[in-house]
C-alpha cells in the first residue's frame, strides 16, 4: 500500500493529548460489548457517595449524576482536571467536585469509610496492591469497588508493528492478575470480564490521528512520516472493505469490601 507521507507529516505535526488532537473518524464493533459507563452507572443509587480515580474529562460523573447523591473525581493531571471542570460547568452540575491529586494520596486527602462505591475506568487501579489499598480506604466496609483495566490483547496490532512487543515472561493474564489483586486486598470479586471490540478507521490517516493521542498519553513519540513501518502496518491490518481494524481489550473485575479481610491479604501500606 502506499502512503502519502506528505499527510502523515500534516497529522504528525499537530500537539496530542488525550483529549485534545485532531477529530478522527472511526467506527466500532461493540456487540457482546457493554459500555463501562453505563455498567458503571447501572450500580449507582440515589443516596450514593461515588468516588471517580482517574476521573479524566469526569462524563462518568456528570452524564448521570442524578442517579447518586454526591459523587467525586479525582485525578492526577490539570489538563483533565480542566476539561472536568468546563463539562461540568457547561452541564449546570452541583453533586460533583473534582480535585487534584494521585491515586496514592488519598488517604491524606479523603476521610476513610466515607463512599459507597469506587471505581475507575483505564485508571490507576490496576493490579497494584497500593493504589487498591488507597481506593479501599476511602470505601465502606460492603461498599462496591470496580477496576477497569487495560488488557494484554489492547492494540496488539500496534505492538506487533511499532516494536512494543508482548510483555516478557507473562506468567498470568491480565485478567487473573488484576482479580488476585483484588482478593488478596480484601475484595469479594463479583464480576472478572474480559471485554474485547474492534474499531475500524477509513484509512490509515485516521487510525494515526487517534494513535498519535495513545501515543502522547504514553509519553512516545511518534515514528517519522519517513518510517516504513507505517506501510507494514496498513498492509497488515487493512481489511476487506479497505478499513484500517484494530482490537480494543478491558479487564473487568469489581467486589465488594470485606469487613475482615483473610489473613493473606498483602503488605499493609496505609496504617490503621
Given at each position: 500500500m502506499r502512503i502519502n507521507k506528505g499527510k502523515l507529516k500534516e497529522i504528525l505535526s499537530h500537539d496530542y493529548?488525550?483529549?485534545?488532537?485532531?477529530?478522527?473518524?472511526?467506527?466500532?464493533?461493540?456487540?457482546l460489548n457493554p459500555p463501562a459507563p453505563d455498567f458503571i452507572a447501572s450500580q449507582f443509587t440515589s443516596n450514593m457517595r461515588v468516588l471517580d480515580i482517574g476521573c479524566g474529562s469526569g462524563l462518568t460523573l456528570l452524564e448521570h449524576h442524578n442517579r447518586f447523591g454526591h459523587g467525586v473525581g479525582i485525578d492526577n493531571d490539570p489538563e483533565h482536571l480542566e476539561i472536568a471542570e468546563m463539562n461540568k460547568k457547561e452541564r449546570g452540575v452541583s453533586n460533583v467536585e473534582f480535585m487534584l491529586f494521585p491515586a496514592v494520596?488519598?488517604?491524606?486527602?479523603?476521610?476513610?469509610?466515607?463512599?459507597?462505591?469506587?471505581?475507575?475506568?483505564?485508571g490507576p487501579l490496576g493490579g497494584t496492591s497500593i493504589t487498591i489499598q488507597a481506593a479501599l480506604y476511602a470505601l465502606k466496609p460492603g461498599g462496591t469497588i470496580f477496576s477497569e483495566t487495560i488488557g494484554g490483547l489492547h492494540h496488539q496490532e500496534v505492538r506487533e508493528v511499532f516494536g512494543e512487543g508482548e510483555r516478557a515472561n507473562q506468567i498470568m493474564n491480565v485478567l487473573d492478575q488484576a482479580k488476585v489483586a483484588m482478593e488478596r486486598n480484601g475484595v469479594s470479586v463479583r464480576i472478572a470480564a474480559d471485554i474485547v471490540s474492534k474499531r475500524y478507521y477509513p484509512d490509515i490517516y485516521e487510525w494515526l490521528k487517534f494513535q498519535c493521542s495513545i501515543w502522547a498519553y504514553t509519553g512516545r513519540p511518534p515514528p517519522?512520516?519517513?518510517?516504513?513501518?507505517?506501510?507494514?502496518?496498513?498492509?497488515?491490518?487493512?481489511?476487506?472493505?479497505?478499513?484500517?481494524?484494530?482490537?480494543?481489550?478491558?479487564?473487568?473485575?469489581?467486589?465488594?469490601?470485606?469487613?475482615?479481610?483473610?489473613?493473606?491479604?498483602?503488605?499493609?501500606?496505609?496504617?490503621?
Open positions: 493529548s488525550f483529549y485534545r488532537g485532531p477529530a478522527h473518524e472511526s467506527r466500532i464493533d461493540s456487540r494520596e488519598i488517604p491524606e486527602r479523603l476521610d476513610r469509610d466515607s463512599f459507597d462505591f469506587v471505581f475507575t475506568e483505564r517519522s512520516a519517513d518510517d516504513s513501518r507505517y506501510e507494514l502496518f496498513a498492509e497488515r491490518n487493512t481489511n476487506s472493505s479497505g478499513e484500517i481494524e484494530t482490537t480494543h481489550h478491558v479487564v473487568w473485575v469489581g467486589g465488594v469490601k470485606m469487613e475482615n479481610p483473610p489473613h493473606y491479604w498483602e503488605y499493609q501500606h496505609f496504617k490503621s
